[in-house]
């Protein structure tokens, strides 16, 4: 079956801009998570969705970053006010309720100029 | 806090065996691994559960010694295709779905 989607696959912005990504979890995870990947590092935690609502913010970094997932399915991450240092891979991961296992998308590379 | 994983890297010929380690400073619930090859998502390898299980699929195994907050990923007759980035996370408390990630673990097999 398909796996978890993310768009756009790049993006290129400039410092002060707004951004959405966006991303499609495996049809019928009820979990969906957001991370954030910089060069050479491990994935950092972003937000984890359980259906509809945030379960867990904490990794947020500043009141610029904000994430909905309307319908229970699809997710937007949103970033206002661009910085440099906000250039990194977005990742996004969806599991199911059996057993927590995440499987993660592609990624969309934010780049900041 | 930010598992510990060790070593940064290792360099293997093929056939050759490696291990991974990943250390909390806190109790784990679990603990999951991924591989990451560069430029794409990382791939889901296998998730331990606390009780001190062993789990493994092909020559890839893994085991999880809970009151040590460790695991340790093992790689037997390593393939051309085990080369990547190992990703060890770490979840604290069950149902959380958050997962601290360690820095990684680049392996590089060799003809």
């Known amino acids: 079956g398909a796996g978890v989607s993310q768009t756009p696959s790049n993006k290129v912005t400039e410092k002060g801009k707004y951004v959405e990504l966006r991303c499609d979890p495996i049809?019928?995870?009820?979990?969906l998570y957001w991370y954030r990947q910089s060069l050479g590092q491990g994935p950092e935690f972003l937000i984890y969705?359980?259906?509809?609502?945030?379960?867990?913010d904490s990794g947020l970094p500043n009141d610029r970053f904000f994430a909905v997932r309307p319908e229970g399915s699809v997710s937007t991450l949103k970033i206002q006010r661009t910085e440099r240092g906000d250039s990194a891979v977005y990742l996004c991961?969806?599991?199911?309720?059996?057993?927590?296992?995440?499987?993660f998308g592609p990624g969309t590379r934010l780049l900041v100029l | 806090q930010q598992p510990v994983q060790s070593p940064q890297a290792v360099i293997l010929r093929e056939g050759e065996d490696a291990v991974i380690n990943c250390s909390s400073s806190?109790?784990?619930?679990?603990v999951h691994w991924y591989r990451q090859k560069h430029g794409e998502a990382p791939v889901f390898l296998m998730i331990?559960?606390?009780?001190?299980e062993q789990k493994g699929h092909e020559k890839i195994s893994a085991s999880f010694n809970e009151k040590k907050q460790q695991s340790s990923l093992y790689l037997t007759a390593s393939q051309l295709s085990y080369s990547g980035t190992y990703f060890c996370?770490?979840?604290?408390?069950?149902?959380?779905?958050?997962?601290?990630f360690g820095q990684g673990t680049t392996l590089q097999v060799k003809p």
């Open positions: 991961a969806s599991s199911s309720d059996r057993d927590g296992t995440q499987y």
């Open positions: 049809s019928g995870h009820t979990a």
């Open positions: 969705f359980q259906g509809t609502g945030a379960a867990d």
């Open positions: 806190k109790a784990l619930y679990s």
């Open positions: 331990l559960l606390k009780g001190g």
């Open positions: 996370g770490t979840e604290t408390s069950g149902n959380t779905g958050k997962l601290i």
